[in-house]
């Protein structure tokens, strides 16, 4: 039995897992609390909130919330980004700070209710920002439906041109 502290730890677990679009696992081991505040610091712009967590009581979280695929990542020190907004974002900024303090390792996390690797969060750190992909897939539906638009109106003003022209034609045989 839990005691209260640890079973409001792992309520807070389990509701981060759930509202989080993604979720991303590393080792922190050798950081010290200056260059966690600092990394902490650099996740905040993209709304990424950096906890670090016992491996035990966020098992038990995920199994509540119902989410599998963690259990490998879940050994040594333990570090989860909960992504909210900008999952590129999230995976982009923990890459860069592993790669400048070489000592942060990215273990894997979850995607939804995949579960991904290292690499395949590495791959997620190539992902264009939000708004871009937005705006990407705004220019993909306007296109065609601007051209099938024009098309329409060329053929209304060629009806309408045609229509007038016969209205001419038919005024001057009455006339």
Request: glycine share 10%; aromatic share 2%.
């Amino acid at each position: 039995m839990p005691t209260p502290r640890k079973s409001a730890e792992i309520d807070e677990i389990e509701r981060r897992l759930k509202d989080a679009e993604a979720v991303i696992l590393a080792d922190y081991r050798g950081l010290d609390v200056t260059q966690i505040g600092r990394l902490r610091s650099q996740l905040r712009p993209a709304k990424v909130e950096l906890r670090v967590v016992k491996n035990t009581l966020t098992r038990i979280a995920a199994n509540r919330a119902g989410i599998t695929g963690l259990d490998s990542h879940l050994e040594g020190p333990t570090a989860i980004a909960f992504a909210s907004d900008d999952i590129g974002a999230a995976a982009r900024l923990l890459g860069d700070f592993a790669r400048t303090s070489r000592i942060l390792t990215i273990k894997g996390g979850l995607l939804g209710s995949r579960s991904l690797d290292a690499a395949q969060v590495g791959q997620l750190a190539g992902l264009e920002p939000k708004p871009v992909l937005q705006a990407t897939l705004a220019g993909t539906i306007q296109g065609p439906l601007a051209g099938f638009v024009g098309l329409l109106n060329g053929a209304l003003s060629t009806l309408a041109a045609t229509l007038d022209a016969r209205a001419a034609q038919l005024s001057k045989q009455s006339a």
